[in-house]
């Protein structure tokens, strides 16, 4: 019987993400507003990962325009990443099932058991994001398809706990369903040691911020590139009793700014003026100005340089094929060497 290669071997690895997706490498794009648009979630999936629209805080007449974009790039298969606060869920989630979309991403909070099942009886598959075992449990009961394995080293909006910790925590006890795991990935070393510990695929957001299909600033790529991971750092909460989420990115004036916003949002809710949800939605909706101030308009001292810690393995402008082919070339030669 001929030996495998360590082709063979990492496509046995993680056949399970891939059939799952319907794509070639079990690699999801993590959904970063204003950058994972049309032509980004296209190139990522032509390129033979999975792309993710970031619907963010689009209405349902805007999302339906970044759909049929994206339809018209690619037919390859993509999914539409749902904030679960938006006021609008139902009619986004109506949008994409009536647009075909096939995989919708829940993120942004835990998603209530109704949204799942609107979901799944419009002929979707859900994608959920579990931040603990329990919770990861829970939404396996209320019908997720898949979960996402997000650890605090990610960009943007993150949890508490190392993606090591909970990688160890979630993988070992959910085996019915795919998970994948995210955080801190950029080489593809780690992509072989996850799936080692049951992991059926990755996902990956900041190792993609400077492909050159993506429509990101010219300055906020260079951000990217002079950046390392002690400069990537989570925003401060300032009152326990206001959870406001922390972001992760690359420290400049934006992040001192961002501190003022947290304040007069806390003082808004603190004199009643704001109830909770009202409040983390402002919170959102300067993120996502901040954010394309930095990602779109090239403000990268103003604006927010959202950014994983594996932005110290991003050292220059590649295509999707040329990330795609150096990941695998890393994770083939980790399995050869263990061979």
């Known amino acids: 019987m001929s030996k495998q290669t360590p082709e063979q071997h990492l496509h046995d690895m993680w056949a399970r993400g891939r059939e799952f997706l319907g794509v070639k490498y079990a690699i999801m794009g993590g959904a970063m507003s204003w950058i994972s648009g049309h032509q980004f979630v296209a190139a990522l999936s032509n390129a033979g990962g999975f792309g993710v629209i970031a619907c ?161 600033h010219e300055n906020f790529k260079k951000a990217f590139i002079r950046g390392n991971a002690r400069d990537a750092m989570p925003t401060v909460q300032l009152d326990a009793r206001f959870p406001v989420i922390p972001v992760r990115a690359l420290q400049n004036e934006g992040t001192r700014l961002f501190m003022d916003k947290q304040k007069e949002v806390i003082a808004k809710f603190n004199a009643g003026d704001l109830d909770q949800m009202a409040a983390q939605l402002e919170i959102e909706h300067f993120w996502a100005g901040a954010l394309k101030r930095a990602a779109i308009d090239g403000d990268v001292e103003n604006g927010s340089l959202m950014a994983g810690q594996s932005v110290g393995m991003v050292r220059e402008e590649q295509s999707m094929k040329q990330i795609f082919a150096e990941l695998m070339g890393q994770a083939t030669a980790a399995i050869a060497a263990k061979e």
């Open 56 to 216: 963010g805080a689009m209405m349902p007449d805007q999302l339906a325009v970044e759909i049929k974009a994206t339809q018209e790039l690619t037919k390859k298969p993509f999914g539409v990443n749902l904030i679960t606060m938006h006021p609008e869920l139902d009619a986004l989630i109506d949008t994409c099932i009536v647009l075909n979309v096939e995989f919708i991403v829940l993120a942004g909070g835990l998603p209530n058991g109704a949204s799942i099942k609107r979901a799944k009886e419009g002929g979707a598959k859900v994608i959920c994001f579990a931040p603990a075992l329990a919770l990861a449990k829970r939404l396996i009961r209320n019908g997720a398809d898949a979960l996402v394995v997000e650890g605090s080293e990610a960009g943007g909006h993150i949890g508490p706990v190392a993606t090591s910790v909970l990688a160890q925590e979630i993988l070992p006890h959910i085996t019915d369903i795919p998970v994948f795991v995210a955080g801190g990935i950029g080489r593809g070393e780690a992509i072989v040691s996850y799936l080692e510990m049951g992991a059926s695929g990755v996902q990956l957001g900041t190792r993609f911020v400077c492909a050159t299909e993506c429509i990101a």
